[in-house]
């Protein structure tokens, strides 16, 4: 039985009373006005660099605010500084690679997401006789370094890419399977096949040149160890036999964290 059957069935008393007064209806609507107004103000709070908020309108306008200081603090963060590089060095196929991504360069990259400039690289040998290049874990390591630098290359977002190559890792035996690779591209909004595409683009000759560039780039750099972390351009941590070792400044996520926010404000 509805409302309207027995509104219907007493015809002396009408369903909707006239405009007097706090009706519920017109209650409700109030309540529901004060929720929305609050929450778009704490969200606007919440994210002085929003454009719709009306602090950032100052720094674009380039105009001095004529605000109290109060307004200007919340103008202070959003002041372009240069990103602090940081670069994690890799063999898809390596245990070390794992705790390092997990314990180390994912939680850290979660709180300096913007203030990092993130890069994977990989660890291997250029072989000069076929312009390939020599994995400790075989070819098949090769093929996953390939794959998470097509990942790095099509989804250079680190949210997704570090997201995903640290699904592969976690099962690192099974990589380069195409089940796992499948799974964990789904997990993380890639799409398999682009990433198929780019790993067997010119029979397999263009994920070899950027694997060659890449493991070039780590022996420039000094590094021969998985998984070698370096901030601003310098060995910060290794992780290796399982075992943090070479990290005079610590190990820690805070410790790193700590780190990355001392240079990006030195960068002023
Ligand atoms: C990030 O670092 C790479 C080198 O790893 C460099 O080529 C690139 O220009 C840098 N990007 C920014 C935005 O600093």
Same mark, same amino acid.
């Given at each position: 039985m509805g409302m309207d059957e027995r509104a219907s069935g007493n015809p002396?008393?009408?369903l909707i009373p006239p405009?007097?007064?706090?009706?519920p209806s017109r209650f409700l609507l109030a309540v529901a006005y004060i929720i929305v107004v609050g929450f778009v103000y704490c969200f606007f709070q919440q994210n %002085?660099?929003? %454009?719709?908020? %009306?602090?950032t309108v100052y720094k674009h306008a380039g105009q001095q605010p004529s605000a109290p200081k109060t307004v200007i603090k919340v103008v202070e963060p959003s002041v372009e500084r240069e990103l602090v590089p940081l670069e994690a060095h890799i063999m898809s196929k390596c245990p070390d690679a794992k705790d390092c991504l997990r314990d180390l360069v994912l939680p850290v990259m979660q709180r300096t997401l913007d203030k990092v400039n993130f890069t994977l690289s990989f660890i291997g040998r250029p072989t000069e006789h076929d312009d390939g290049v020599a994995c400790k874990h075989g070819a098949e390591e090769c093929l996953g370094n390939i794959i998470e630098l097509c990942a790095q290359e099509l989804y250079p977002d680190p949210k997704t890419y570090l997201g995903f190559v640290m699904c592969l890792t976690r099962d690192?035996?099974?990589? %380069?399977?195409r089940g796992l690779i499948e799974d964990c591209a789904l997990e993380h909004a890639i799409d398999f096949d682009k990433l198929n595409k780019c790993a067997t683009k010119d029979d397999g000759g263009y994920g070899m040149g950027m694997l060659r560039r890449s493991v070039k780039r780590t022996s420039a750099a000094g590094v021969t160890k998985s998984c070698t972390v370096r901030l601003n351009e310098e060995i910060y941590c290794v992780r290796d036999n399982g075992q943090w070792k070479e990290c005079p400044h610590g190990s820690s996520v805070n410790d790193l964290v700590i780190a990355i926010e001392k240079l990006y404000h030195q960068n002023a």
């Open positions: 002396g008393m009408p405009r007097r007064g706090l009706t %002085p660099n929003h %454009p719709l908020n %009306p602090h690192y035996r099974h990589i %380069p399977q």
